[in-house]
T-cell receptor, first 113, second 113 residues
Framework: GQNIDQPTEMTATEGAIVQINCTYQTSGFNGLFWYQQHAGEAPTFLSYNVLDGLEEKGRFSSFLSRSKGYSYLLLKELQMKDSASYLCAVREALSYNTDKLIFGTGTRLQVFP | DADVTQTPRNRITKTGKRIMLECSQTKGHDRMYWYRQDPGLGLRLIYYSFDVKDINKGEISDGYSVSRQAQAKFSLSLESAIPNQTALYFC????????????FGPGTRLLVL
């Protein structure tokens, strides 16, 4: 079956670094996405990993280990505007050229001054 | 103008009523999706469509139906609304390439009394 786990809530201080973990169990793994979602708004794309290793994009980085079924999102130099939910989503292949996203329940991050 | 639009943005209806949520996109994507989001449950896939002639059920399709009227339009209907369909509904689109993320509409907040 499919299972994606991430912590429900995290808190951090402005200027700090925070790591949000995601573990998954799924068949037909075909990539992992991280999205940011502010309360009441649409999710927006942050990063995509399909190969093992670290992808860096400004203050945000994402890591993937396929053998461990593990990913993390690293946020550096936290700002107040980073207070949001962070969604881990696994891309699962259904058949040739078709797939769907399975979402975790999200991690609500609160950044304090 | 937004690439993915949803109407209405907010809707209050009564149990037993039929309602339709509409989604339009200008991104030229073939793939479109409907999700619902509930607190603590994350985003769950209701229906998805990979082209105009293709409709597929997601994990929670009971009580819902969809229509893909054109490449750019994908509508979700609740034939007889019930209170546990109260949720935030998102439409999303994506292209066909492997790294393509999904782009989400702004959401429709539905309350069924």
């Amino acid at each position: 079956g499919q299972n994606i786990d991430q912590p429900t809530e995290m808190t951090a201080t402005e200027g700090a670094i925070v790591q949000i973990n995601c573990t998954y169990q799924t068949s037909g793994f075909n990539g992992l996405f991280w999205y940011q979602q502010h309360a009441g708004e649409a999710p927006t794309f942050l990063s995509y990993n399909v190969l093992d290793g670290l992808e860096e994009k400004g203050r945000f980085s994402s890591f993937l280990s396929r053998s461990k079924g593990y990913s993390y999102l690293l946020l550096k130099e936290l700002q107040m505007k980073d207070s949001a939910s962070y969604l881990c989503a696994v891309r699962e292949a259904l058949s040739y050229n078709t797939d769907k996203l399975i979402f975790g329940t999200g991690t609500r991050l609160q950044v304090f001054p | 103008d937004a690439d993915v639009t949803q109407t209405p943005r907010n809707r209050i209806t009564k149990t037993g009523k039929r309602i339709m949520l509409e989604c339009s996109q200008t991104k030229g994507h073939d793939r479109m999706y409907w999700y619902r989001q509930d607190p603590g449950l994350g985003l769950r896939l209701i229906y998805y469509s990979f082209d105009v002639k293709d409709i597929n059920k997601g994990e929670i399709s009971d009580g819902y139906s969809v229509s893909r009227q054109a490449q750019a339009k994908f509508s979700l209907s609740l034939e007889s609304a019930i209170p546990n369909q109260t949720a935030l509904y998102f439409c999303a689109t994506s292209g066909r390439t492997g790294r393509e993320t999904q782009y989400f509409g702004p959401g429709t907040r539905l309350l069924v009394l």
